[in-house]
């Protein structure tokens, strides 16, 4: 018995003990997702997209080695900062990342009491604030220039706006329709929802009775796709568009139209969901950029004596200061500005036949 | 003030739809709780469980699903009468342990569907399959002329039940006094395995209809429970009055809704809930006891007094 028992310990140690020794020293970058919940959709996507970008880099001849840690929050901000708390303190992150505006608000504040690098994907001015915040995305004022032109090229002149009570949506808005108005644009109503509302029927009727030429469409599913049946049901025949967020909801708002983030080359796309088996969603790009250029950077800054790894600092530094010429991005074109913002252009796209079709650049 | 019309009429439409659904859950809170009065939180996950039994049968058994679905919520409903309350009330169990183990099944339940379906937003049907009718200021869609329907049917069979049955008085007996119904030989929990079957059946064919109309989620149960019961509570202890509350509700609601947002509609609910129940805490529709005079008149002989 004593023996086997032995035995069994032996071969438990050289289990434990064969992982592959590697002599160059790792880098740690944590990510918090919502894997589960409502956003589970972009979440398991955006872990794939980072997935991809440590396969692909293992082709390239690094002088690091790259993990990811990821996490699920549920989107609960709560538990993305106790994530982080965790990346930092038991995997002993060089570097985190977060998705969307309140996260990444949270964060930023947080990367920079810690002096962490913080790579986010999140359409709010907020988040790159600080020297250790970076966020890869394209940015509201980006967005919000491609749908003033929409609306201009098809001579939308009332504008109505029906949106999920989310921060940064309300921060979206609090910007949006002051701009919507000083550049000539009749606001006909500004409609908030709460995210478990269920009937709108009656704003439907309320709406329909203001007679606008668009409705931009600000929310998220579940509430989205409520909004969307009972538009159709009670025959609300108006044009309409949003930032982002049809694609959940593709049968409901078939034919509409809406602008997003330039999702990257068509090959990246193709290599993403041929790899996944995953359809690329919003901010599958803006990680997979932004973690390739983390890479870069720490690959790109010198060591400080006595340093294994560069200093987060130096890293920062090297992130700022990066070009189009030196870092090669699977989006057309990117542009680093001093806050930190990581911009890309917009696109305007249409819903055909349940999926998303460039409609201009 | 055309516009105002149409409005005014789509409030009333969507009164009647939003209430006959709060109606159906207020009546099978209220039967329920007339024969095992406790707080049954469970009741929201028998919606619930109807609406993703329709998800996962209609596919594979098109209209036969539907009594299959029907079948599913009643067993779900009947066993936890069976096995889990009626054991704890036999053992002594207060209504409030009752509620608390109550939510305890209802978060079980949740946990389930959210393994097995996901957390996503699903529906039953298809968005492009709009039949409904016009009726000039509004269309109504026909699971919401079935959701009226069932509020009225549900209506009309329960009362037909409590008063024209002998399981009725049964029931009435239980939820005057429980003790002397007993000693009069009526099989209390015979009574209420009865009851849950009818409460599981209304809920599950409520559930289907919620699937098609505003889909479903993990979390749905609960919510529509708990308009069920206020409503429920604002109406008063009998099933008509149930759903008279319902209706009041939910004309509230939409009122609000028209003369601000839908963002206002919760706050109202609860500010007329308390409201009401401030001013009639037995419910609105129940009459106020007599009052009895103590007053004692000495009749005086007539006559002088010798």
């Known amino acids: ?361 | 003030m055309l516009a105002n019309i149409g409005i005014l009429s789509s409030v009333l439409l969507n009164t009647l739809i939003i209430g006959s659904g709060y109606a159906i859950v207020a009546m099978a809170f209220r039967l329920m709780f007339s024969v095992s009065p406790f707080f049954d939180m469970a009741l929201g996950a028998s919606v619930a469980l109807g609406a993703y039994l329709g998800y996962s049968l209609l596919p594979i058994f098109g209209v036969y699903a539907y009594p299959l679905i029907l079948l599913g919520v009643i067993v779900f409903t009947w066993a936890q009468e069976a096995f889990i309350y009626r054991p704890m009330r036999g053992a002594g169990a207060s209504p409030m342990v009752l509620l608390v183990v109550s939510l305890g099944v209802y978060t079980i339940f949740e946990s389930v569907i959210h393994l097995i379906f996901g957390p996503q937003y699903q529906t039953l049907g298809s968005v492009m399959d709009l039949t409904q009718i016009n009726l000039g200021f509004a269309n109504l869609p026909l699971v919401q002329l079935i959701i009226i329907i069932l509020g009225l049917v549900s209506l009309i069979g329960i009362y037909v039940l409590l008063q024209k049955t002998f399981l009725g008085k049964e029931i009435r007996a239980i939820a005057q006094n429980p003790d002397l119904a007993f000693t009069t030989g009526i099989n209390i929990n015979r009574v209420i395995i009865v009851v849950s079957i009818v409460v599981g059946a209304i809920l599950g064919a409520y559930g289907i209809c919620v699937g098609y109309d505003t889909g479903m989620e993990p979390t749905m149960g609960f919510n529509i429970l708990f308009k069920g019961m206020i409503a429920a509570i604002i109406g008063g202890p009998t099933v008509l009055a149930a759903y008279l509350g319902a209706m009041i509700l939910a004309l509230a609601e939409n009122i609000g809704v028209w003369f601000f947002a839908s963002q206002w509609r919760d706050l109202i609910a609860f500010v007329i809930f308390i409201l009401l129940l401030w001013w009639q805490p037995n419910g609105i529709f129940v009459r106020a006891p007599k009052k009895i005079s103590c007053e004692i008149k000495i009749n005086e002989p007539k006559g002088k007094r010798k």
Request: hydrophobic content about 40%; charged content about 25%; some cysteine.
């Open chain 1, 1 to 361: 018995m004593k023996k086997l028992l032995t035995s069994v310990l032996v071969a438990l140690t050289l289990v434990a003990c064969s992982e592959e020794k590697s002599d160059k020293p790792t880098i740690t970058i944590g990510a918090s997702l919502p894997l589960s919940g409502d956003l589970s959709m972009y979440g398991n996507a955006l872990k794939k997209s980072l997935d991809l970008a440590i396969k692909d880099s293992k082709n390239q001849d690094l002088k690091y080695n790259y993990k990811i840690v990821v996490e699920d929050d549920r989107y609960d901000l709560k538990q993305v900062l106790t994530n982080m708390n965790r990346f930092k303190s038991v995997n002993k992150a060089n570097a985190v990342m977060s998705f969307w505006g309140a996260a990444g608000t949270v964060v930023s504040d947080w990367a920079e009491k810690s002096q962490t690098i913080h790579m986010s994907c999140a359409a709010s001015d907020k988040v790159g604030v600080g020297y250790y915040n970076f966020n890869h995305a394209t940015q509201p004022k980006t967005l919000k220039k491609r749908i003033l032109k929409y609306y201009r090229d098809n001579n939308f002149k009332k504008i109505g706006i029906v949106y999920l009570q989310a921060l940064e949506i309300q921060e979206f808005i609090n910007v949006f329709v002051p701009e919507l108005k000083s550049n000539g644009f009749d606001v006909v109503f500004v409609t908030p929802v709460n995210s478990d509302a269920r009937d709108l029927n009656v704003e439907i009727q309320k709406m329909k009775a203001k007679s606008p030429d668009v409705i931009e469409v600000l929310m998220q599913s579940p509430s989205l796709n409520v909004f969307g049946k009972q538009a159709k049901e009670q025959g609300l025949n108006v044009p309409m568009s949003s930032i982002n967020n049809l694609i959940t909801a593709p049968e409901e708002f078939e034919g509409q139209a809406f602008v997003t983030e330039d999702t990257g080359l068509s090959s990246f796309t193709e290599h993403f969901e041929s790899l996944t088996g995953v359809e690329q969603v919003g901010c599958v790009v803006n990680f997979y950029d932004g973690l390739n250029m983390l890479i870069y950077a720490y690959e790109n800054t010198p060591l400080r004596d006595g340093e294994v790894i560069p200093n987060n600092e130096d890293v920062a530094k090297t992130l700022l200061n990066i070009k189009n010429t030196d870092f090669k991005s699977v989006i057309s074109e990117i542009s680093v500005d001093k806050e930190g913002n990581i911009d890309s252009p917009a696109v305007l796209k249409r819903l055909k036949n349940g999926k998303p079709v460039i409609v201009e650049k």
